[in-house]
Every structure is written in structure tokens, then in C-alpha cells.
């Protein structure tokens, strides 16, 4: 199983970038697709959650109505559009795969620990 993102970058305040997460291994319809990020000396923070069998989407508070996630599965890859993006958005952006345990949950934003398979994250920087 591998998940690769892309898309990160340098952005300013207020700018949007598109994250991609491609997925090989497994079908993007059989689990939930999480979005995370961390900056360094912190935890892993969830950002959103996402079913594409479903449609079913959780955000973080913090990104609600700013961020969304869209997927295709011809492609098995799943999307995260972030919109409006302040300083403090800046941090690794990681996508990671859950299975039943996350799929059935994942209204309350399932933690990290809870996932299977990780990306190896990519870097979104905010300037002011």
C-alpha cells in the first residue's frame, strides 16, 4: 500500500493550494481517507475525514468552510482544497487510509493512531 501527496508549497495569506493524495494498494472506496497535519513539536492534528463510497466528509473546526475534500475514484485519489489560508494552516500536510473502525466513526474525527497506512506528508507554508 503506498499513499503519495502532493501539491504543497509556499502560499500567501488568503491564497489556495490543492493537496492530492494518490493511493495504489487499495480502493479509495473501501476506507476512509484522512487529512492531517502537524507542525514540528506538536501532535498530529486530524483535518478532515472523508468517505468516497458514501460521501460522507468531517472537517476540523478550524478549517470548516475553508477546506474541502473531493476524491476520484477512476484515479483513486483523494483531494484537499484549501482555500483562505492563514499563517497558522502552515505545517506537514499527511493523508493517511482507515478501515472499518475509522469508516464507522469518523463523524468524531478519528485520530491518528486509528489509521493504517500513512503518506510520507507534504509541506504548506502560509506567509504573511
Known amino acids: 500500500v503506498q499513499l503519495v501527496e502532493s501539491g504543497g508549497g509556499l502560499v500567501q495569506v488568503g491564497g489556495s493550494l490543492r493537496l492530492s493524495c494518490a493511493v495504489s494498494?487499495?480502493?479509495?472506496?473501501?476506507?476512509?481517507i484522512g487529512w492531517f497535519r502537524q507542525v514540528s513539536g506538536k501532535e498530529r492534528e486530524a483535518v478532515s475525514c472523508?468517505?468516497?463510497?458514501?460521501?460522507?466528509?468531517t472537517y476540523a473546526d478550524s478549517v470548516k468552510g475553508r477546506f474541502r475534500v473531493s476524491s476520484d475514484s477512476a484515479k483513486n485519489t483523494v483531494y484537499l482544497q484549501m482555500n483562505s489560508l492563514k499563517p497558522e494552516d502552515t505545517a506537514v500536510y499527511y493523508c493517511?487510509?482507515?478501515?472499518?473502525?475509522?469508516?464507522?466513526?469518523?463523524?468524531?474525527?478519528?485520530?491518528?493512531?486509528?489509521?493504517?497506512?500513512w503518506g510520507q506528508g507534504t509541506q504548506v507554508t502560509v506567509s504573511a
Open positions: 494498494g487499495l480502493n479509495i472506496d473501501d476506507y476512509a
Open positions: 472523508s468517505s468516497s463510497s458514501d460521501g460522507r466528509k
Open positions: 493517511a487510509a482507515g478501515g472499518y473502525g475509522v469508516i464507522a466513526t469518523m463523524e468524531r474525527l478519528p485520530p491518528a493512531v486509528e489509521y493504517d497506512y
